[in-house]
């Protein structure tokens, strides 16, 4: 049997060296090697790398020209060096305990927002639309207590913002609509209140993308805040405003198309330098209605990005 398939084998190797031309039944070479000068052969690369009788040498291809032009098997692909994979810090600076502490303490804000708005779609869903709307307050306010204690305690991060800006989608851009949505139930038709809450949905998107990618003015905003607009909404919901449903939709829709709007609206740190008599009256409005104050304070903020838009068109 050994003598048998050692005879076989030779067999074998004189039959492929005959089919090859060119190989011993020795051969030894390797799979790839014999392929690679097998197209060579197929093609008449052989020819024309070596020089002939009566042809100028200087005319003869090079080995580095005929690979070039040579066929690639496509089993084969060409081997590619990948890249080392590297890593990028989340905080950067100063990597001490102090600072890591402030850092988490930022993102635990951020994260209390996120859940506050988790937790205002569970209270949503099952009725409970003024407690709902308390907890987008406070979603509200540890939006803006983030960014506040990370620029105080010097820790502000491009992952604390994109963080930031995904914690706003969720809480604003999601939660919002669905409270929204849950209050309008029964006032109003279900396509009207799910249209003008998917807009809603829609523009805090476009918004905070918007504001991830636009350079930043000290001064205004470039369209309503997501902040702002989910703030108006909830207190919208929790004072409960005596109003027909279909003047909600259309306030809910309106806010949300002002949300990507161009219009300049002021930022709360120049609203806080204005006269302390001006903030006298709607202190004592609220003490009498605090419904219709807090109408038009929302009306007067809305109406005041298209005139500041006229007024620098004019001044321009």
């Not at 506040?148 to 994109?162: D, I, K, N, T």
């Not at 004072?239 to 027909?244: A, E, F, S, T």
Request: with cysteine; glycine share 8%; proline share 7%.
């Amino acid at each position: 049997m050994r003598r048998s398939s050692t005879f076989a084998r030779q067999v074998l190797l004189v039959r492929v060296g005959r089919r090859d031309g060119d190989l011993h039944p020795t051969d030894l070479t390797p799979t790839e090697h014999r392929y690679a000068d097998r197209q060579r052969r197929r093609y008449g690369l052989d020819r024309l790398s070596r020089p002939t009788l009566g042809v100028d040498p200087t005319l003869s291809l090079d080995r580095a020209d005929v690979d070039a032009v040579m066929p690639v098997s496509p089993a084969m692909p060409p081997m590619t060096q990948t890249d080392e994979a590297y890593s990028i810090p989340l905080l950067p600076g100063e990597r001490t305990m102090a600072r890591r502490m402030k850092f988490g303490l930022v993102n635990a804000c951020t994260l209390a927002s996120l859940m506050l708005g988790m937790l205002a779609i569970f209270l949503a869903m099952q009725g409970e639309v003024r407690m709902a709307a308390l907890c987008l307050i406070a979603c509200v306010g540890f939006d803006g207590l983030d960014g506040a204690l990370a620029r105080r305690l010097g820790v502000a991060s491009p992952f604390g913002a994109q963080m930031d800006s995904l914690a706003d989608m969720c809480s604003f851009g999601l939660a919002a609509p669905v409270v929204v949505y849950a209050s309008l139930a029964g006032s109003v038709s279900t396509a009207a209140a799910a249209v003008a809450c998917a807009l809603v949905a829609a523009c805090a998107a476009i918004r905070l993308a918007r504001f991830n990618v636009s350079p930043k003015d000290g001064r205004f905003f470039c369209g309503v805040p997501t902040t702002m607009a989910a703030a108006v909404l909830a207190v919208t919901v929790a004072i409960g405003l005596p109003v027909p449903g279909a003047v909600l939709v259309a306030g809910v829709a309106l806010l949300a198309f002002a949300m990507v709007s161009s219009f300049p609206y002021a930022k709360l740190a120049r609203l806080v330098k204005l006269p302390p008599w001006l903030w006298l009256a709607p202190v004592i409005g609220a003490l009498v209605d605090i419904r219709l104050t807090f109408a038009l304070i929302v009306v007067g903020y809305l109406v005041s990005g298209p005139v500041l838009w006229l007024r620098q068109r004019r001044t321009a």
